[in-house]
């Protein structure tokens, strides 16, 4: 499976930039999928929903489903975070898995900034590119942080992936 990420520190346009290239990308005749890595803890149903009710009874996973959809929960309880290997290997196969977050993981990204957060760049050696709301003095390439159909041809080209 093909997996490409963006990076970038909080505010930096990360979440913006991943639904406009899944939109662009999917477009383009791509079939996606995301993963979001999420700093804090989240819960995807609410107290007083069965799910939630099964959950808090114990259940280690609970698969939700109706005719449109369908949401697992697992309780790590104990466990580690999985790793993203390990999250990618849940996921049906598709042409692109898009990836927000996991800065430290050694898979291809393009790194997200914008100058008004005052943060400095991750710009390791797994970032290929950047979306910047400004210049950049770096030595890899810079997209307009906006830019999505060029940002997108250069992730489909860096893959080596069909442009659509």
Known sequence: MNIYGVVGWKNAGKTGLM????????ARGLSVSTIK?????FDVDHAGKDSYRHRAAGAREVLLA???RFA???E????????????????????????????RDAHP????H????????IADDSVRAFAA??????????FDLNATGEIADFILADLGLRHG
């Open 109 to 112: 990204k393009i790194e997200a």
């Open 37 to 41: 890595h999420a700093h804090h803890s």
């Open 72 to 74: 697992l929960m697992h």
């Open 133 to 142: 709301d400004c210049a950049l003095e770096v030595d890899r390439p810079v």
């Open 114 to 121: 914008r100058s008004e957060t005052g943060n400095p760049l």
């Open 19 to 26: 639904e406009r290239l899944v939109s662009e990308m999917t």
């Open 76 to 103: 790590l309880s104990d466990e580690d975070e999985p790793t993203l290997a390990e999250l990618l290997s849940k996921l049906a196969p598709v042409d692109l898995v898009l990836v927000e977050g996991y800065k």
């Open 66 to 68: 109706s005719r449109n």
